[in-house]
């Protein structure tokens, strides 16, 4: 089958592409630049592109981007440090962003002869985000179904949605994804910061899944705390 992945450079997309090159016939990468401060986690979906051999396609978002504000992944407003699903990560939500890069990625994916898109979604991005959970991807193919009716048949592959991070990381070393190439953490300094939510989370997920992470975190062992407070 025939799937275009859309890949932030993070660890989850970045072993979503694996998999998917590993199960499927892989057409490409497509990411997606809204103006988030963490760009530089293009750049890791760029690698990925380029060691599975297949393009990899940067859309620039910005323009729409500047209009999505009030979030501390786009805006002046500090990301917060902590555990994930703490209710002050709500700051990090950017208004409808995977619907949007969705419906993009469909048209692409309808254009190119493609049968699926696929996302990286997860279990652990349910408390916050709501275009992540199941009933989002349930009504988003719904809709694609009527959008491209008569034209193309495009499925939604989601096949972390029910799972755990620290199960993604599971499956990226069975499909062999290079972890230490991929970027997560949403300050976009020079290392992974180690302090918000989502290096909480990435860090919590190696440790689970009992894998080694390779990371370099500024702030190593400051997940323990977090975690165990939580």
């Keep these: 089958m025939k799937t275009l992945v859309i890949c932030s450079g993070g660890l989850d997309s970045v072993t979503l592409a694996y998999k998917v090159a590993k199960e499927r016939e892989l057409v490409g990468l497509l990411s997606f630049d809204y103006g988030q401060r963490h760009k530089k986690e293009t750049d890791y979906a760029a690698r990925a592109g380029e060691a599975l051999g297949v393009p990899h396609d940067l859309i620039d978002m910005r323009a729409i981007g500047g209009f999505l504000s009030g979030s501390a992944l786009t ?17 990090t939500v950017v208004p409808n962003r995977n619907a949007i890069m969705l419906a993009v990625a469909f048209g692409v994916a309808a254009a190119k002869g493609a049968d699926a898109v696929a996302t990286a979604v997860h279990g652990g991005d349910h408390f916050i ?4 959970r199941p009933g989002f991807i349930d009504a988003f193919q719904t809709m694609q179904n009527a959008a491209l009716e008569g034209y193309a048949d495009v499925t939604l592959y989601t096949p972390f949605v029910n799972i755990s991070k620290a199960d993604i990381v599971t499956e990226g070393v069975k499909a062999g ?4 190439d991929t970027w997560s953490c949403y300050k976009g300094g020079e290392q992974h910061c180690g302090r918000c939510g989502t290096c909480v989370e990435r860090r919590e997920a190696f440790h689970l899944a009992g894998v080694e992470d390779p990371t370099v975190y500024a702030d190593p062992d400051y997940w323990k705390s977090v975690v165990e407070a939580h």
Aim: net charge negative; charged share 30%.
């Design 75 to 91: 805006d002046d407003v500090d990301v917060p440090d902590g555990h994930y699903a703490e209710e002050n990560m709500k700051v």
């Design 129 to 132: 985000y709501p275009d992540c």
């Design 177 to 180: 994804a290079p972890f230490a």
